[in-house]
């Protein structure tokens, strides 16, 4: 089975802060995602990655960036969080990019 | 641009078929459809695929026209464990999610 993790369930910010999120997946996928999901909204792509070193600006970059220097690790990173950050961030993987495999998520709230 | 359109909200009892039709607006010729379920408070779930006429796994059949501009998803004798939000993205080099489709069943 495919296993997506991500380094927290809840994570609790102040403004202003930089924020890392970790995911690591487990079955040697070349693509990672990063979602937010907001209510109404659905999920909104913020960033992926095809292959290490690689990442392409997804529907809703600003104010984030990515890091993946190993192929099962893709972070997440809010250079100086924002109250309109606070969301449920999402990371997936996948070999073909119509299955991908979602971790649990991650509830920021930014005060 | 590929786009997708699906009913916000499905309301059914424990026990009957839930069916789910999805517009693909622009599908490509080699794209495929795929759902996704997802509970609350959990990342979403990738539950089918297909590429054209019917697909059936241990979730979910899934039925797509020879023309490929809609799907649809069936759940077949729901339980109350089957309420979630389910979602056909659409798919091109990324996948494209709307607000999905929430199902609840009820008693």
């Known amino acids: 089975d495919v296993k997506v993790t991500q380094s927290s369930r809840y994570l609790v910010k102040r403004t202003g802060e930089k924020v890392f999120l970790e995911c690591v997946q487990d079955m040697d996928h070349e693509n990672m995602f990063w979602y937010r999901q907001d209510p109404g909204l659905g999920l909104r792509l913020i960033y992926f990655?095809?292959?290490?070193?690689?990442?392409e600006k997804g529907d809703i970059p600003e104010g984030y960036s990515v890091s993946r220097e190993k192929k099962e690790r893709f972070s997440l990173i809010l250079e100086s969080a924002s109250t309109n950050q606070t969301s449920m961030y999402l990371c997936a993987s996948s070999s073909l990019v119509h299955e991908q495999y979602f971790g649990p998520g991650t509830r920021l709230t930014v005060t | 641009l590929a786009k997708t359109t699906q009913p916000i909200s499905m309301d059914s009892y424990e026990g009957q078929e839930v069916n789910i039709t999805c517009s693909h607006n622009?599908?490509?010729?080699?794209?495929?459809i795929t759902w996704y379920q997802q509970f609350p408070s959990q990342g979403p779930r990738f539950i089918i695929q297909?590429?054209?006429t019917k697909v059936t796994n241990e979730v979910a059949s899934l039925f797509i026209p020879a023309d490929r501009k809609s799907s649809t998803l069936s759940l077949p004798r729901v339980s109350l464990s089957d309420t979630a939000v389910y979602y056909c993205p659409a798919v091109d080099y990324k996948l494209s999610f709307g607000a999905g489709t929430t199902v609840t069943v009820r008693a």
């Open positions: 297909g590429y054209k």
């Open positions: 622009n599908i490509a010729t080699n794209d495929y």
């Open positions: 990655s095809y292959d290490v070193k690689m990442k």
